[in-house]
């Protein structure tokens, strides 16, 4: 008989039974027979009946199984073969570093100059050709100036670079990559100085500060101007930096600006004053005449100065040129006439009599005290009869 010990109770019962049916045998039929083998049936038979099996749980188990053991043996697959590669490879770096002992690794390069396999006197060798070809372009706007290196006095120092470059440390993969090396030059004596004090004297442009101009139609502003001056110190820098790979650079000297004192920004509110001290009406008045000065006539008067160590013009009304317009404004309605005259030696007296407008310097004075603080004014000539003398070189 076949006893499966995983299920323990369910094939009991079946051995029981099969036991009971050989011993109850059809001669065998009497009521204590049959009751002692009902009473071991019941003693057998469990009380709780097994939990049925569920194929398709156990099937994705077995699945899942198969899934992960697959992976396994794939994953150490890969990190065999990326170890066996890894010991090829340090095996041939091994191999590359005994043949290029003392001397530049294979894709080593300095700038554009390739140098992998030279030895370190051949490495001078090539970076001194290639220090004797280099040159530097300043470019100034439009302008371009090119300069040999070798006449700034820059010492790259090359035989430090080739023991640098030929001596390098061991390491069984460091030939898989590409090597750039750069060396560090600097100045020795002033002939880079020289140079640059010269250059930057011929390329400078000064400042321009913004001002307020006069236009036909009233006040504008002149935007300011950058001035561009080339630092000496920002020169040498960028010098170092860029002819360390052993190229040929091109630097701009015009990345240095100085900047003005006054922009447009900071007259923007005294520029809305200055036109609105345009606009104040001014008017003179003589008998029935009203004589009003045009923004050509105020533009005239305006004095614009720039105030030195501030941010702002001085806008003002010059006394004197508003008085030579009040002049100018007072002879066309004075009269004179002529009375007499006398000679006297080497010159001629002549007395005149008339009408003449006597309070010009006042009307000057309220005008420029009007249109200075913007406040109307309507002025008055008043005249007068007056009589004078004027002396005149006696005609030949």
Avoid at 38 to 43: A, H, Q
Avoid at 141 to 152: D, E, H, Q, R, W
Avoid at 172 to 196: D, E, I, K, R, W
Avoid at 197 to 217: D, F, G, H, L, R
């Amino acid at each position: 008989m076949d006893i499966n010990f995983r299920r323990p109770a369910y094939h009991g019962v079946d051995a029981q039974l099969l036991a009971v049916q050989e011993i109850a045998t059809p001669n065998i039929q009497t009521n204590e027979i049959q009751t002692a083998v009902n009473e071991s049936i019941t003693g057998v038979i469990p009380k709780r009946l097994p939990e049925p099996i569920n194929f398709e749980l156990n099937a994705r188990l077995y699945r899942r199984k198969l899934l992960a053991e697959r992976w396994s043996r794939r994953l150490s697959i890969v990190m065999y073969g990326l170890l066996a590669l890894a010991v090829i490879l340090a095996v041939v770096g091994f191999y590359v570093d005994h043949i290029y002992r003392g001397r530049a690794l294979p894709y080593s390069y300095v700038g554009s100059v390739a140098i992998g396999g030279m030895s370190e006197a051949q490495v001078v060798t090539a970076l001194r050709q290639q220090e004797s070809q280099l040159t530097i372009r300043f470019t100034d706007g439009g302008l371009t100036t090119t300069v040999p290196v070798s006449k700034l006095g820059i010492e790259f120092n090359i035989q430090q670079l080739a023991d640098q470059i030929t001596h390098h440390s061991f390491n069984p993969f460091y030939y898989l990559s590409v090597h750039h090396f750069t060396a560090s030059p600097n100045f020795t004596g002033n002939q880079l100085s020289q140079f640059l004090n010269q250059y930057v004297n011929n390329t400078k442009t000064a400042p321009e500060n913004a001002v307020i101009i006069k236009t036909k139609s009233g006040l504008a502003i002149q935007p300011e101007l950058q001035g561009f001056q080339a630092n000496i110190d920002y020169l040498s820098k960028n010098i170092l930096s860029k002819t360390a790979d052993f190229s040929n650079p091109t630097i701009n000297v015009n990345t240095v600006t100085t900047n003005p004192q006054i922009y447009r920004s900071d007259l923007a509110e005294q520029l809305s004053e200055g036109n609105a001290l345009l606009k104040n009406p001014v008017t003179i008045k003589y008998r029935n005449t009203v004589i009003t000065p045009s923004l050509k006539d105020k533009l005239d008067w305006l004095q614009i100065t720039q105030v030195p160590g501030t941010t702002s013009d001085s806008l003002t009304f010059t006394p004197a040129l508003v008085r030579a317009y009040v002049l100018a404004q007072a002879n066309k309605f004075q009269q004179h006439i002529s009375s007499s005259s006398a000679q006297l030696p080497g010159q001629t007296v002549s007395t005149y009599q008339g009408t003449v407008i006597n309070n010009i310097d006042d009307v000057t004075n309220q005008i420029v005290q009007a249109m200075n603080s913007s406040t109307p004014a309507a002025v008055t000539f008043t005249a007068s009869q007056q009589t004078y003398n004027a002396l005149t070189p006696a005609s030949q």
